[in-house]
């Protein structure tokens, strides 16, 4: 199986400026540097429209900034979910307990008698 080839911008750049020269034709690029000439036509299209640029995009970025922030947000829900069930786990066992019959074991802990 073809591995996936990858191009530099200035290789892009290089080949569409070669075409819209006039010094070579679509199929004498395609056959010179073993593309297809879908490929250079879109190639093409994205350098007519300014879009054949070094890096990534600025939708990708800000989406990516967007995805950080999300993921920020999430790890904080967490650990406050978290917080919150232990707290009423907490509250319930006290509850439970509170609400339990005085009993001669339960006043094993307890210093006895009342207090003045």
Do not use: H
């Amino acid at each position: 199986m073809r591995t996936k080839r990858t191009y530099s911008v200035a290789f892009k750049k290089q080949v569409v400026e070669e075409l819209l020269s006039g010094s070579a034709t679509m199929g004498q690029l395609s056959r010179r540097y073993e593309l297809s000439t879908g490929l250079i036509g879109y190639w093409r299209n994205r350098y007519e429209e300014g879009k054949l640029i070094e890096g990534k995009p600025d939708n990708v970025r800000a989406l990516e900034a967007k995805v950080k922030g999300l993921e920020q947000m999430v790890g904080r829900l967490t650990m406050d979910n978290e917080l919150l069930k232990k707290a009423m786990e907490y509250s319930l066992r006290k509850r439970k307990e509170n609400s339990l019959p005085i009993t001669a074991k339960s006043l094993e802990g307890s210093n006895g008698g009342a207090r003045c």
